[in-house]
Structures are given as structure tokens and as C-alpha cells.
């Protein structure tokens, strides 16, 4: 019941957009996707994942009916060189969030069934190992540059 009040009160008083799923304990804040050129066949989805139950949670597939597919990617710099990896899963800690975004962790939308820029939403389903699933909305707003024009100079492993 304090986990609950705690992310009712984060929710209340953040201002952020959040959503959660009050039966696996997880809530996802900060959700948003990177606007991409004209005809680029790949985006990438950032949010914050929090755990706010007493067991690890283990993210293990995304979805959006918006796009032909979707995978878990980090991103990774070694020799200088910035990578992007298909991840099998991610771990959340017990407790404890995991924080998707520029230059990370990410969700790697590849192939949009349609044009989108900024404004448009794009629908999502996150799969856990415990064969839970949570729904959630993320806008897309332009790129502020930096690490969020990274994946578009990545060699992709």
C-alpha cells in the first residue's frame, strides 16, 4: 500500500506523463519518441521504467501497432565507436527504475506503417517475463540534438 501512495503522490505532484500498472507495480513516466527525418525507416522510444514492487521485473518485448517492429536496444560506446545491441530483456531491480533514453537504453521502431512528426502519438504494449503486458501512449516531439542524432551515425551489431 506505500508503493501505491508513492506513485500516486509521484504522479499528482510530477506533472509528468505517467502511467501504472497498479498489478505488476510498474510505472512508466517520461515516455516520449524521437521525430525523424523524412523517410528515415527507423525511431526510437525513450521512458522510464519503475519498479515498484518487492520482485525484479524483467521487460523481455515492446509492440506498437504503428510500426512493423519493435526491439530492446542499448546503446553502447566501445573503442570510440557508438553501438547499438539488441537486448534479449531488461532487468528493472526490485524497487528501483531503469531509464530509457538517448545514448542507452531505447526502444529501436523500425519500419513506421505511416509518416509521424511531432504531435503524433504512437501506441505501445510493453511485454515482461511474467507474462504481463502494459499498454501506454507516447507523444513524439522534435529532436534536441546530442546523443538523440546518435542513432542515425551507429554501427548496428
Avoid: C
Avoid at 499498454?135 to 551507429?154: C, R
Amino acid at each position: 500500500m506505500r508503493y501505491l501512495l508513492l506513485a500516486v503522490s509521484f504522479m499528482l505532484f510530477s506533472g509528468m506523463n505517467t502511467v501504472f500498472a497498479a498489478d505488476a507495480g510498474v510505472m512508466i513516466s517520461d515516455q516520449w519518441v524521437r521525430e525523424a527525418p523524412p523517410n528515415m525507416p527507423m525511431m526510437a522510444g525513450y521512458m522510464t521504467i519503475m519498479n515498484m514492487s518487492k520482485h525484479e521485473q524483467s521487460l523481455v518485448g515492446a509492440s506498437s501497432p504503428q510500426f512493423k517492429m519493435v526491439e530492446l536496444h542499448r546503446s553502447i560506446e566501445e573503442n570510440g565507436m557508438s553501438k547499438m545491441i539488441a537486448q534479449k530483456k531488461v532487468d528493472i531491480p526490485a524497487g528501483k527504475s531503469v531509464e530509457f533514453k538517448p545514448g542507452s537504453y531505447h526502444l529501436m521502431l523500425m519500419h513506421p506503417l505511416k509518416p509521424l512528426k511531432a504531435g503524433d502519438t504512437v501506441e505501445f504494449t510493453l511485454k515482461f517475463s511474467n507474462g504481463d503486458t502494459k499498454a501506454f501512449t507516447a507523444p513524439v516531439k522534435k529532436s534536441n540534438g546530442g546523443h538523440e542524432q546518435m542513432h542515425m551515425h551507429m554501427d548496428m551489431k
